[in-house]
């Protein structure tokens, strides 16, 4: 039985291509899809037989390899019970070659013949079409496949979208420091005139070079260059009529 069957079904694919066998008016389609990039998207051929009868058909079918890559080919629903004499795919030169027949029926009508699912690699048109050699069988009519139309898979480039969050809780703005004004004479920075910047300078006196250099000039209370007795005399008179006050 199984011999026979393969008899049968190599009968059907060589009556395709004989000339008797074509199908006056039927149209064969490539349905235009949309994919965005990385996607797998599904191509349905679609068949419109017109007021003929059809038993099978033979397809070579073109698609653009840079922008596609063909995964599987499922049946579509057109014939109730379809044999499937070749199913081959090469993704290295974009082609693929389906051949198919029914036993059952000879098929008047429209619907999808073959499904062709593809993964969308690259942005872009991407066109599949139909190749040199692909033809129908029909009862009793001698007149060739009347049209083929192409279509379009258009694969989209995506970009990720970045949402910045608005805060909730507003920031208050950083409070900006006071300017604690110096005094003159107060050599440890607290901010008072007191016996602490008397002693201070005492200390420098002793340990101190002449000329003063860097930060020592503060202790320098008459501009001379130098931390003399007279300096020490000065801050200690400020001291005294701050105290006075």
């Known amino acids: 039985m199984r011999v026979l069957s393969f008899l049968l079904s190599l ?13 006056a008016g039927t149209t064969l389609r490539v349905e235009s899809k949309t994919a965005a990039l990385n996607d797998n998207v599904s191509v349905n051929i679609r068949i419109d037989t017109g007021v003929n009868k059809v038993a099978g058909a033979d397809m070579f079918i073109d698609f653009d390899k840079n922008k596609l890559e063909a995964l599987s080919i499922d049946k579509g629903g057109f014939f109730s019970n379809p044999q499937i004499l070749k199913s081959t795919i090469d993704n290295n ?18 619907g999808v013949l073959v499904i062709l699912n593809f993964r969308a690699k690259a942005a872009g048109a991407a066109n599949i079409s139909f190749g040199t050699g692909t033809s129908v069988a029909a009862k009793d009519e001698d007149e060739g496949l009347k049209s083929t139309v192409a279509g379009t898979v258009t694969v989209t480039s995506t970009q990720p979208t ?3 969050a608005p805060s909730n809780t507003p920031v208050p703005p950083s409070p900006t420091p006071t300017a604690v004004p110096s005094k003159f004479g107060d050599f440890n920075g607290d901010g008072q005139l007191d016996i602490n910047d008397v002693t201070a300078q005492i200390g420098k006196w002793t340990r101190s070079t002449v000329p003063l250099t860097g930060t020592d000039l503060k202790y320098d209370m008459n501009n001379d260059g130098k931390l003399t007795l007279d300096d020490i005399v000065s801050d200690l008179s400020r001291w005294i009529t701050s105290v006075v006050k």
């Open 93 to 110: 030169t974009g082609k693929i070659l389906y051949g198919v027949v029914s036993f059952d029926d000879e098929k008047q009508g429209a």
């Open 11 to 23: 009968m059907f694919f060589l009556m395709i291509n004989v000339p008797v066998y074509g199908a």
């Open 162 to 164: 970045v949402t910045i």
